[in-house]
């Protein structure tokens, strides 16, 4: 059978930066000159700034030429559809605020405690109401040092991936995109090698593929994230098991979001070009 090929994906993280003023404008910024073709984009902004995230790149200068628009996603989600819970935001509340979401991000698990299990429910939310997952792993430097980032990260995704599949089907969690982010990279400027990067988002698919999802887990896309800028993203882009990016610190800076964006359009087409 032949797959379809894996996206591209430049998905931007704006942690808790920007306001419902000044939201719009920097995603307006960034849009209008994102606008290669090829690449999936994704502004996460907080929850507060998604509805002007969103009606600043419903405008026609941030729509590529190909018709790529400017995704938005929100940070995250809770596992319940509605209920008790103070401060929390559900996934159905999202319909029509973003089309992503980022799922246990290493900082939500550092300042909430949250755990695989957590991280796998809200991922089920997501889908169950249309809204694309970003599940992020990643190991600490300890861990990374004592030599077992790949079991730690694949522990991660095994238990994440079981809850999916005890509440979907299989196809249903085609929409699963996983972001590999090792915690000691992420705003220290430090990077993982691109190698390294690459063996990890395999590891990734082959822990997937274990847990159940068979062949399909070719199909997930992985993404690199950790101190992400224009001047080291080809390092992971040019490694064919990396599908993208997820960007903290450089996705609130247009020059970069830029940069980023036009090289990962160059991996697209190479792609393309040795797919097709
Ligand atoms: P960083 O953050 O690019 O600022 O390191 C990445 C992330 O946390 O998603």
Known sequence: MIRAMRPIIVAGNWKMHT????????????????????????????????????????AGATVGPDGGRVAVGAQDVHPQAAGAYTGA?????????????IVGHSERRRDAGESDELVGRKAVAALGAGIRPILCVGEGFEVREAGRAEAHVAAQIRAAVEVLLAALPADALAPLV????????????????????????EAIRAAIRVAGLGAAADDVPVLYGGSVTS??????????AI?????GGASLDPDQMSGIVARAALTAAARHAAGG
């Not at 935001?89 to 979401?101: D, F, T």
């Not at 599908?243 to 960007?247: A, H, I, N, P, S």
Request: proline share 7%; with cysteine; net charge negative.
């Open 243 to 247: 599908d993208g990016v997820l960007v």
């Open 178 to 201: 996983v972001a590999y982010e090792p915690i000691w990279a992420i705003g220290t400027g430090r990077t993982a090698t691109g190698a390294d990067a690459a063996a990890m988002a």
């Open 19 to 58: 306001t419902p003023d000044d939201a719009g404008e920097l995603a307006a910024r960034i849009g209008a000159r994102t606008r290669e073709a090829g690449v999936i984009r994704v502004l996460c902004p907080p929850f507060v700034c998604l509805a002007a995230v969103r009606d600043a790149v419903a």
């Open 89 to 101: 935001i559900a996934a159905p509340m999202l319909r029509g605020l973003a089309e992503w979401v």
């Open 231 to 240: 001047a080291n993203v080809g390092e992971f882009l040019v490694e064919p």
